[in-house]
């Protein structure tokens, strides 16, 4: 072996080298973005949880009748066991991360995949709790047989009601897709970016 060819195998193990540390420096930077979604889903979580505890308080606090607080916590047992699934998807995916090594553009798809996905069952479970509100307030105003409701129903048409309820569901969805896109998404788009400037494995 010569050393023109000693030379020309040192400087392609050089390249080499080089590559494979531009990527580990790339992959290391997607560490940032993926602590902090980290963070902003351990505080969402706890929130939540908090949130969920208070609306068990909600018929003492406005005092509903006996009738009007069975129905509630018939919806408030609904909206639980929906929260439940939820809180298990959202906690069985957290914790994976930590388990999961982010050391490869692999893993890094699975991390930003799963985050999507835990996003979207986030919208669908805000869609489905926003609709079982609206029903138990349906059911509360249907309840409450005094002169309130006569009153009310008077003066609105159903039609009116409807068109208040689908208000309400779209104001709710784009709050929902607002509050997704800034509590998470800019570190998404910083994951992606990542992903997308490494090569192929």
Same mark, same amino acid.
């Given at each position: ?55 068990? &308080?909600?018929?003492?606090?406005? #005092?509903? =009748? +006996? ?5 509630? $916590?018939? @919806? %408030? ?15 069985? &995916?957290?914790?994976?991360?930590? #388990?999961? =090594? +982010? ?5 890094? $798809?699975? @991390? %930003? ?89």
């Amino acid at each position: 072996m010569n050393f023109d060819q000693l030379k020309d195998e040192w400087n392609n193990n050089s390249a080499q080298h080089q590559e494979v540390s531009e990527d580990m420096l790339k992959i290391k930077e997607a560490r940032t973005p993926i602590d902090k979604i980290r963070k902003q889903m351990k505080q969402e979580f706890l929130i939540q949880v908090f949130s969920l505890a208070l609306a068990a &308080f909600v018929p003492q606090i406005f #005092d509903f =009748s +006996i009738s009007l607080k069975s129905t509630y $916590l018939i @919806f %408030y047992g609904v909206v639980v066991a929906f929260c439940t699934y939820y809180f298990y998807k959202f906690y069985t &995916f957290y914790k994976h991360s930590y #388990d999961l =090594s +982010i050391d490869s553009r692999k893993n890094l $798809l699975w @991390f %930003y995949y799963e985050m999507k996905l835990n996003i979207e069952l986030y919208k669908a479970l805000t869609y489905i709790i926003g609709f079982i509100m609206l029903s138990f307030c349906a059911t509360a105003l249907f309840l409450t047989k005094n002169d309130l409701l006569q009153r009310i129903l008077e003066k609105l048409s159903l039609v009116y009601l409807a068109l208040n309820a689908f208000i309400a569901i779209l104001i709710i969805g784009v709050i929902t897709e607002l509050w997704a896109r800034f509590y998470y998404g800019k570190y998404i788009k910083e994951i992606k970016v990542i992903i997308d400037s490494l090569d192929e494995e």
